[in-house]
């Protein structure tokens, strides 16, 4: 194996096949189809991490890790498919590295079909179906703190409850919405 | 005094809610089950996303910064095709076969770690360290990916012996892997590709004790 860019020749000899060449696509054009599989990527790893700078850290872990493949001119479908397991793999470092959770626990939340189109809004549908199956206070909680972005003080008024008994609903909510499988 | 649980998950939504990244603590991960749920919900709030113009920018100076490879065998084309099943796996295989930018020269040879002043270490009971499986552990400032073999143990260092880049264990190839460039380094710290010159990573010294305790000599 060499890193140096093989004759065919060469390749013939370690490969055994024909040694036959095709051309790759042009620089920009490469690198534009693999932009493109980025956004996808990106907007997977947004939906599971909840911030751009995270995000961005992640989706650029990606790319550097799939460079050599982004590079081969293989089609669309074959990279996506291959940035979509370096993706389930980075998050998963992502999260076991800082709260030392298992690939396995996050096996429901990786093992997602790769996407076939634009960026969805699936992670809203997602926490709809989450909410749906909470009670009625943990769900309006989450409700009013993540999808309205009320403060904890304002949560507290409309619920006519205090900041810190809020803030222990809030904490059982989230505990409640973890345990929720929204597939099922 | 130990942060309570509920201002610990408020501590981490207010900075989801205003659009920062996780700033996880030491302790934080007793409750990491709610915090994935509240990074799930925060991105639920803002609903699908795209990349921000300079952070595409970014990306494409990153992927066009190394030559291309010009040409490729139709046979290495087809076996790219055949990666998504492949995986993870064939694709760092793929990768380094293909990687275009040239090795880096060796540099000097890898030496333990021996902090100055250094300390042992706990970080968990042998029990917690599954057979031959890397676990990352961290002794002060001195970051290890730690392998049980039987009743014995070795550590190497957990970054990247030629980019300032942490590893991270990957449980189907049994490979360390920089996030950071195409390169992979077996259990013993070895670089898994012969033809991508690297030093092997530092060893990390690491003890069993009596009570059957793993200690990494740390800060």
Known sequence: MTLDPRSPSDSSASSGDSGEVVELPSATRATDIALDELELVYAFIYARVGNRADAEDLTQQVAMKAIPRLRQGAPASAIRGYLFATARSVLGAFWSTRLGVSQAELHEDL??????????????????????????????????????????????????STVGAVKVMQLRALRAAAKVDPDA | MPEQPENRIERIVEDLLHGRRLRLRAGDAEEKQAIIA???????????????????????????????????????????????????LAGGIVGRELASSPAPSPLSASSPVVPRNGRWTDVGAMADFSEGQGKLVRAGAVGAFVFRRGQTVTAVSSMCSHLPCELWWESGSSLLECPCHPVSFTSDGKPSSPSYTLPALNEVKVRVTAAARVEVLGT
Not at chain 1, 119 to 127: F, I, L, T, V
Not at chain 1, 131 to 139: I, V
Not at chain 2, 62 to 83: C, F, K, Q
């Open chain 2, 38 to 88: 509240a990074a799930r919900l925060a991105a639920a709030r803002s609903g699908p996303q795209r990349m921000s113009p300079a952070f595409r920018r970014r990306l494409a100076q990153i992927l066009d910064s190394t030559p291309r490879e010009p040409r490729l065998t139709r046979r290495t084309a087809l076996v790219a095709g055949l990666g998504v099943a492949a995986g993870a």
């Open chain 1, 111 to 160: 093992a997602l079909a790769v996407p076939q189109g634009p960026p969805s809004d699936e992670s809203a549908e997602r926490a709809r179906r989450i909410l749906e199956r909470l009670s009625d206070n943990y769900r309006r909680v989450l409700e009013l703190r993540f999808l309205h972005g009320y403060s904890l003080k304002e949560v507290a008024a409309e619920m006519r």
